[in-house]
């Protein structure tokens, strides 16, 4: 059972930057994918953003393209985001997840074998 522990968030302004981390517990990390997903007040989980933890490829939601990056610490397993540029429409509670195989689809949520607690971000204007 691998377990993901997501930290970094916090409370930003319009405009700022922010790095949030996901530490998972394995010291080998055997999955397929590992991805952001985040969930606004009233709104379902989306995706974010994901690397293939095998070849090291990235994929972003077109909201958070050019804003976000996705990246790995491999000897830490420690899975990264960084955002800039944050606005409001941000808001929500990050989470990262996990699966162990490929099931035809990053963006949906019932792909994913493990999942974090969340962390808040909370962009005001």
């Known amino acids: 059972q691998v377990r993901l522990v997501e930290s970094g968030g916090g409370l930003v302004q319009t405009g700022d930057s922010l790095t949030l981390s996901c530490a998972a517990s394995?010291?080998?990390?055997?999955?397929?994918?590992m991805t952001w997903f985040r969930q606004a007040p009233g709104k379902e989980r989306e995706f974010v953003a994901a690397?293939?933890?095998?070849?090291?490829?990235?994929y972003y939601h077109r909201s958070v393209q050019g804003r976000f990056t996705i990246s790995r610490d491999n000897a830490k397993s420690t899975l990264y985001l960084q955002m800039n540029s944050l606005n409001p429409r941000d808001t929500a509670v990050y989470y990262c997840?996990?699966?162990?195989?490929?099931?035809?689809?990053?963006?949906?949520?019932?792909?994913?074998?493990?999942w974090g607690q969340g962390t808040q971000v909370t962009v005001s204007s």
């Open positions: 690397m293939n933890w095998k070849d090291g490829a990235t």
């Open positions: 997840a996990a699966a162990k195989f490929y099931s035809g689809s990053y963006y949906r949520t019932d792909n994913y074998d493990y």
């Open positions: 394995e010291a080998t990390l055997d999955v397929f994918v």
